[in-house]
């Protein structure tokens, strides 16, 4: 019924013998040509710490860098991979603020010179009730926090995504309060032990490529055990932070977003249910997973809570 | 100048063919993989989108036939309904078969839990009746006053089609509005024929 080529498909084997003649032809290319953008996912220190279930299939790059909800470009899914082509994320540097030893900004060139990449295959679940399976890379979260010392009380972060209008599309229209799309710029947030967990990373690429504008050039979160929307884009700011910050969709609309967002089957958001989810490029749906798949690593950061009460 | 009545039965069949198009396209797109990233969700959309604007075009040629000049647009407007309901019918099998593949029991928790699904399938079941006596034999035989009243239930399936449009949608609700404030309209305007006729509701 629904046709998808063959070559849409990329099954895990074939990505590991791509990223290896990347890894081996085109870094060595990447540093013939001096400071390519590209060459700092093409290093020799790639570790690969991803695992991958049986029934979980990467997702192509076609369907993750033209199906994206990045309403900063526009809110058709398409919208980003047509409208991005103006923001230019280089050079990039990030805003380190609040509760926190040493503040200030730090270059993006310079994180990305210091630390290892790594690979990361993770599921992504929309709120919206879609998934795929993403290689990303980039590395963990808390290689920043460590680095940057937060004060004792920053029990929270806080992250904003950068506000261009000139080359975002989606922040320039108008009337944008009365058509209900969201006040900028993008806000979101973490609890410090949910930012300091080992699967929750700062991402700079996918499949061996630099993120593309669509998908958040050219840093992003990822915490893969909540809804997509928590994986903030193009971030400028890090924000550390006593109290439970401000995030946009939970300001937008409280009652449908919560600050947590954990991926929950059993927690329905109010217009849709939280049950089962389609993969993108699957005919059936399959159910979703508590965590999204990833309750043994991180179902302890919860253990006294109510997750109906804190969705 | 009054649109003469062979010219609309000329028109008729013409109308017929591209009211029956986007179904056709829409469906051979799906079949051949050719419906974006998510084609499921998105042949869901097209079906139930067009449809609404259909329910909200049958709405206008009551209005737009009470112009002496357009009065012989009203023949078209069984037609019209009949395919607003046609594309309901393909909006609901999708997202009966195609969604989530006959699974009752999540469906009926759907129907029942979520308020723009409920919404949306009170319109659809409001619609068979419509649908069922839209044809001279059976005019005839329940008479048109009876008729009548049960066409009059597109005043109850129109806002509610809208609004289960306004429910799904989670930003940019500027579409749905637009349709909302032409129903609106649309309605208001038959009460007020209503009052100043002192007659029946017009139809």
Redesign the interface.
């Given at each position: 019924m629904i046709k998808i080529l063959p070559s849409e498909i990329t099954n895990r084997k074939d990505y590991m013998k791509r990223r290896n003649f990347i890894k081996g032809g085109l870094a060595s290319m990447a540093m013939t040509l001096s400071s390519g953008a590209l060459a700092f996912h093409n290093k020799d220190n790639l570790i690969n710490k991803s695992t991958l279930d049986l029934n979980d299939k990467l997702n192509s790059y076609y369907e993750i860098t033209n199906y994206n909800n990045y309403y900063e470009f526009g809110m058709g899914k398409s919208d980003p991979a047509t409208n991005s082509g103006e923001f230019n994320p280089r050079p990039w540097s990030i805003k380190i603020e609040g509760l926190v030893h040493k503040p200030g900004t730090i270059d993006l060139e310079h994180i990305l010179s210091n630390i290892t990449i790594e690979d990361r295959i993770y599921r992504l679940r929309c709120v919206e009730g879609w998934s795929m399976v993403i290689p990303w890379q980039g590395f963990s979260l808390s290689k920043i926090i460590d680095i940057v010392q937060p004060y004792a009380d920053a029990n929270y972060i806080q992250f904003e995504t950068v506000y261009r209008p000139d080359e975002m599309p989606g922040q320039k229209r108008l009337f944008n309060e009365f058509r209900g799309v969201l006040p900028w710029p993008y806000l979101e947030g973490l609890r410090m032990d949910e930012a300091m967990h080992p699967l929750t990373i700062l991402s700079t690429g996918l499949y061996g490529h630099d993120l593309l504008n669509q998908n958040g050039a050219p840093i992003r979160l990822v915490v893969p055990w909540k809804y997509g929307f928590k994986s903030i884009k193009s971030i400028v700011t890090i924000r550390f932070v006593a109290k439970e910050p401000i995030t946009t969709w939970s300001k937008v609309n409280p009652r449908e977003y919560g600050f947590y967002s954990n991926v929950n089957p059993n927690v329905d958001h109010p217009r849709w249910s939280q049950a089962t989810e389609r993969r993108i490029g699957e005919f059936k749906r399959r159910e979703t997973l508590m965590f999204n798949g990833y309750e043994d690593e991180v179902s302890d950061l919860y253990k006294n809570m109510d997750l109906i009460k804190y969705y | 100048m009054y649109i003469k009545l062979n010219l609309v039965k000329k028109i008729k069949p013409l109308l017929f063919f591209l009211l029956l198009t986007p179904s056709i396209y829409w469906t051979t797109k799906?079949?051949?993989?050719d419906?974006?990233?998510?084609?499921?969700?998105k042949i869901i959309r097209e079906f139930g989108n067009f449809s609404l604007r259909l329910i909200i075009f049958t709405l206008f040629i009551t209005p737009l036939a009470k112009i002496k000049a357009l009065r012989s647009i009203e023949i078209l407007r069984r037609m019209i309904g009949l395919f607003a309901f046609y594309y309901i019918c393909l909006h609901f099998i999708s997202y009966i078969f195609?969604?989530?593949?006959f699974?009752w029991n999540?469906i009926l928790?759907?129907v029942y839990?979520?308020?723009?699904i409920t919404f949306g399938f009170t319109s659809f079941i409001l619609c068979i009746p419509l649908a069922a006596t839209s044809n001279n034999k059976l005019i005839k035989r329940i008479g048109y006053k009876i008729w009548k009243k049960i066409h009059r239930l597109i005043y109850f399936i129109a806002p509610l089609a809208a609004l289960h449009y306004y429910?799904?949608?989670?930003?940019?609700?500027?579409e749905p509005l637009i349709y909302i404030i032409l129903i609106v309209i649309l309605l208001v305007f038959r009460i007020f024929y209503y009052l100043s006729k002192k007659d029946s509701l017009p139809r």
């Amino acid at each position: 019924m629904i046709k998808i080529l063959p070559s849409e498909i990329t099954n895990r084997k074939d990505y590991m013998k791509r990223r290896n003649f990347i890894k081996g032809g085109l870094a060595s290319m990447a540093m013939t040509l001096s400071s390519g953008a590209l060459a700092f996912h093409n290093k020799d220190n790639l570790i690969n710490k991803s695992t991958l279930d049986l029934n979980d299939k990467l997702n192509s790059y076609y369907e993750i860098t033209n199906y994206n909800n990045y309403y900063e470009f526009g809110m058709g899914k398409s919208d980003p991979a047509t409208n991005s082509g103006e923001f230019n994320p280089r050079p990039w540097s990030i805003k380190i603020e609040g509760l926190v030893h040493k503040p200030g900004t730090i270059d993006l060139e310079h994180i990305l010179s210091n630390i290892t990449i790594e690979d990361r295959i993770y599921r992504l679940r929309c709120v919206e009730g879609w998934s795929m399976v993403i290689p990303w890379q980039g590395f963990s979260l808390s290689k920043i926090i460590d680095i940057v010392q937060p004060y004792a009380d920053a029990n929270y972060i806080q992250f904003e995504t950068v506000y261009r209008p000139d080359e975002m599309p989606g922040q320039k229209r108008l009337f944008n309060e009365f058509r209900g799309v969201l006040p900028w710029p993008y806000l979101e947030g973490l609890r410090m032990d949910e930012a300091m967990h080992p699967l929750t990373i700062l991402s700079t690429g996918l499949y061996g490529h630099d993120l593309l504008n669509q998908n958040g050039a050219p840093i992003r979160l990822v915490v893969p055990w909540k809804y997509g929307f928590k994986s903030i884009k193009s971030i400028v700011t890090i924000r550390f932070v006593a109290k439970e910050p401000i995030t946009t969709w939970s300001k937008v609309n409280p009652r449908e977003y919560g600050f947590y967002s954990n991926v929950n089957p059993n927690v329905d958001h109010p217009r849709w249910s939280q049950a089962t989810e389609r993969r993108i490029g699957e005919f059936k749906r399959r159910e979703t997973l508590m965590f999204n798949g990833y309750e043994d690593e991180v179902s302890d950061l919860y253990k006294n809570m109510d997750l109906i009460k804190y969705y | 100048m009054y649109i003469k009545l062979n010219l609309v039965k000329k028109i008729k069949p013409l109308l017929f063919f591209l009211l029956l198009t986007p179904s056709i396209y829409w469906t051979t797109k799906f079949y051949l993989g050719d419906m974006g990233i998510n084609p499921i969700d998105k042949i869901i959309r097209e079906f139930g989108n067009f449809s609404l604007r259909l329910i909200i075009f049958t709405l206008f040629i009551t209005p737009l036939a009470k112009i002496k000049a357009l009065r012989s647009i009203e023949i078209l407007r069984r037609m019209i309904g009949l395919f607003a309901f046609y594309y309901i019918c393909l909006h609901f099998i999708s997202y009966i078969f195609l969604d989530h593949f006959f699974n009752w029991n999540y469906i009926l928790k759907d129907v029942y839990k979520r308020p723009f699904i409920t919404f949306g399938f009170t319109s659809f079941i409001l619609c068979i009746p419509l649908a069922a006596t839209s044809n001279n034999k059976l005019i005839k035989r329940i008479g048109y006053k009876i008729w009548k009243k049960i066409h009059r239930l597109i005043y109850f399936i129109a806002p509610l089609a809208a609004l289960h449009y306004y429910l799904l949608t989670k930003a940019d609700k500027t579409e749905p509005l637009i349709y909302i404030i032409l129903i609106v309209i649309l309605l208001v305007f038959r009460i007020f024929y209503y009052l100043s006729k002192k007659d029946s509701l017009p139809r």
